[in-house]
Structures are given as structure tokens and as C-alpha cells.
């Protein structure tokens, strides 16, 4: 079984910078892509940023973040970052990593704990 582990959230003023980093353990060979969401108070979680570990590594993006976000992998480190620039208080949330996994024909997902991203203006 897999699992992840997020860090890297804080506070942070408007305009500057974070990197979120998720650490995968257990068996991450059983991982095919991993995804950064974010859910604010009153809001559903939302994707913001997608990289397929397999697969020539395909990222996908929030419209929302495109440009800003930039989401990368480090395969011997078992680990997937989020790089955020230029950050809005729109920006504010805890934001989760989640392993979609598959191991033979079983599937499964895996979330982690969260990380709190808070953007003052």
C-alpha cells in the first residue's frame, strides 16, 4: 500500500512563493499519477495541478494556475512537488496530494493529511 505525505504550506504574502512537496512510501511503483487539489472553507476540493508518473510524465493544470504552478517529479526521491508563484489570497487553502494507484486490476486512491497554503494580501 501506498502512501504520501505533504509539507512545505505556510504563510505568505501576496506575490510570492511556495513549494509543496509530497513524499510517496510503501510501494510506489503501484502509483501511475499524482495530483495536488485544494479545498477552501466553503468550497469543494478542487484539482489544481496533475503529472503522470508513468507515461513521459503528462501534466495537467488548473486553469486557474496555469502559468504560476508549475508541478514536477523526482522519481528517485519518490517525490512530487507543486511550485507556486505568484500567489493570490484566492490561493488560500489546504491543499492535498492524492496517489492514483493501481496494482494488477485493483485500483485505489490515496490522499494525505494536507497542507494549510495561506496568501495575505
Known amino acids: 500500500q501506498v502512501q504520501v505525505v505533504e509539507s512545505g504550506g505556510g504563510l505568505v504574502q501576496a506575490g510570492g512563493s511556495l513549494r509543496l512537496s509530497c513524499a510517496a512510501s510503501?510501494?510506489?511503483?503501484?502509483?501511475?499519477?499524482v495530483g495536488w487539489y485544494r479545498q477552501a472553507p466553503g468550497n469543494q476540493r478542487e484539482l489544481v495541478a496533475e503529472?503522470?508518473?508513468?507515461?513521459?510524465?503528462?501534466?495537467n493544470y488548473a486553469d486557474s494556475v496555469k502559468g504560476r504552478f508549475t508541478i514536477s517529479r523526482d522519481n528517485a526521491k519518490n517525490t512530487v512537488y507543486l511550485q507556486m508563484n505568484s500567489l493570490k489570497p484566492e490561493d488560500t487553502a489546504v491543499y492535498y496530494c492524492k496517489a492514483e494507484c493501481s496494482r494488477w486490476v485493483h485500483t485505489y486512491d490515496v490522499w494525505g493529511q494536507g497542507t494549510q497554503v495561506t496568501v495575505s494580501s
Open positions: 503529472i503522470r508518473i508513468t507515461k513521459g510524465g503528462t501534466t
Open positions: 510503501g510501494n510506489p511503483f503501484d502509483i501511475n499519477t
